[in-house]
């Protein structure tokens, strides 16, 4: 029962991750086709940053449940 519910929160916590890579993939395509035709180093950061944030945090979750 504890390992089942653990393991839907995973999912949810991966639905999320993704709702979110989604919802900043379209903000920094609208900023760099809007704003400017040639994305500056602050939109690039920016991306890079969300984008790591996002892909790292599932990994460190299922790393917290395996240890367990």
Avoid: D
Wanted: aromatic residues 18%; hydrophobic residues 45%.
């Amino acid at each position: 029962m504890y390992r089942s519910t653990y393991r839907t929160l995973g999912m949810i916590h991966i639905h999320n991750s993704l709702k979110i890579y989604i919802y900043y993939l379209i903000i920094f395509h609208w900023l760099t086709s809007h704003l400017s035709q040639t994305p500056n180093l602050a939109h690039l950061f920016a991306s890079f940053f969300l984008v790591s944030h996002v892909e790292s945090a599932p990994v460190q979750f299922f790393g917290a449940s395996t240890n367990r």
